[in-house]
C-alpha cells in the first residue's frame, strides 16, 4: 500500500487496487480510481501534476 500527500490532497492505495483521493484537512473523499486488478504498491506525481500508479499486477498507470 501507498500514500502520497500532495498539497491539500492524500492519495492512498487501498488493497484490490483502488486509490483514493482526500482532502488532507477535512477527509472528504475528493474521488476513487479503479483500474489495477492488484494491490498497488507505488504513487508518484508527473511535472504536469498528473498521477501514476504501480501496481502488483506488473501494470503502470498514468491519471488524468
Known sequence: LSVLVRGDK???SRWGGTI???KTDT???LGTMTG???VVFSLTT???GRLVS???D???KVWT
Do not use: I, M, Q, Y
Request: aromatic share 0%; charged share 30%.
Open 36 to 38: 489495477h486488478r492488484d
Open 10 to 12: 492524500v492519495v492512498a
Open 58 to 60: 506488473n501494470t503502470l
Open 27 to 29: 477527509g472528504e473523499t
Open 46 to 48: 508527473l511535472d504536469d
Open 20 to 22: 483514493v483521493v482526500k
Open 54 to 56: 504501480a501496481s502488483n
